[in-house]
């Protein structure tokens, strides 16, 4: 069940390309944007789109419109000005394949939709029919500097709407980098619903069926959703899980404690409510800092069930060369976990792997149980502690040999194709462990 928006989004001028999927983003592309509505002659020649101009190109697609433009393996783009870019394959919608699963990319500080285009492209093209993936533009730019709970909150309400927008899909993942994390996560909290129990009362096929939240005897439960959909993975790229707060966890400040006592409590004069929370300063009402507050559920949000809910959760991690976010806080790991020995290519098909952790079930458990660290007072350790409370799976990346070494915060995530082309394999490697 999908809850409603309470504050819906302004109507959107929707921009749809058609174009050709190759990393450079080259090739033919057709174009067009429109306030007034779609329509198409018998000749299959778009002459202009409405709001619901999407559902219309697909109507067309299927029916053999551009079949002279479109070939295998390219891609229509829908793009809407307000509410990001969504991107699927053409030749399944010409053959009325809807795809099944959702994913959500999501941007970091003072990013766009354009950060996860490259990576939006290549899941596209190796999963044609499976996925359809929705970049969110709904924290842009400035935007970003608003808090993660007011863009997590924005990042909700879009999610719905894609979702409406997509009625076929029953599966959804999230792909988030940097301060995208962080965002994910306050969204799933609220997007997050329980198990149902369904009680049939009766002995005959007419029964009644009634549905609680509940946790009582029962003939059947349904399974916990995220936005009315089966929860599969949530991926991190670089993002500061445990804040920007302590020790090289800012490795721009090169670890000086006077430059990052300075930060902490300047952060917010550049970044705003973001700063404070990453800086874990805010003070809202008396409560605890918020990225505290996120290891655990509170009354209408449900953090840590919505990301125990996902079947993988995965942390892509800069072992060294990111200048904006620390190792521990992106890998989330204590100083002492962090991986002792000389780092190295552990496969040649992903040249910057340096290493895998992989935390099952059972290694998560027999952790928890045989765990005899005193609870330190420090806000870092009850941030590990609250988000080990559920296995990750933890991917150390390194560009120590790269040209694009220095700007790894954003090659990790091939943010431009040309500048931070060598995340390619990390891209790679994300689809080829994707969950369908």
Sequence with gaps: MITKIKQPFKPKIPIISISTSVPQFSGSVLSFSSKSKSRFDNNCRLLWVDENGKMELLRKLNRGCFRNSLNKGQKVKIESVNDGEDVFDAASARAKLQPEHL???????VGSSADWRYAAE?????????IVVHCSECNSSMLTFDGVDRMGERLAKEVEDVIRRWPGVHKISFVAHSLGGLVARYAIGRLYEPPTKTEVAGLNSSCLVREENVSDQCHKHSE?????????????????????????????LCGLPLLEKGASQTAHWIVGRSG?????????????????????????????????SF?????????????????RTSSIRRQDELPKSNLQIKDQKYPHIVNIEQETALDFNHKVSSLERKKMADLEEEMIEGLTQVPWERIDVSFHESRQRYVAHNTIQVKTYWLNSDGADVIEHMIDNFLL
Aim: glycine share 8%; net charge positive.
């Design 103 to 109: 994913v959500i990319m999501v941007n970091g500080l």
């Design 122 to 130: 290549q899941f596209v093209k190796r999963l044609p029919d499976k």
């Design 224 to 252: 916990e959703t995220v936005a009315g959909l089966e929860p599969v993975n949530f991926i991190t790229v670089a993002t500061p899980h445990l804040g920007s707060r302590g020790h090289k966890q800012l490795p721009l």
């Design 276 to 308: 404070k929370h990453l800086f874990l300063t805010d003070k809202d009402n008396g409560k605890p800092p918020l990225l505290l507050r996120m290891v655990n559920d509170s009354d209408d949000l449900k953090f840590m069930s919505g990301l125990r």
């Design 311 to 327: 079947k993988r959760r995965v942390a892509y991690a800069n072992a060294n060369y990111d200048h904006v976010v620390g190792w």
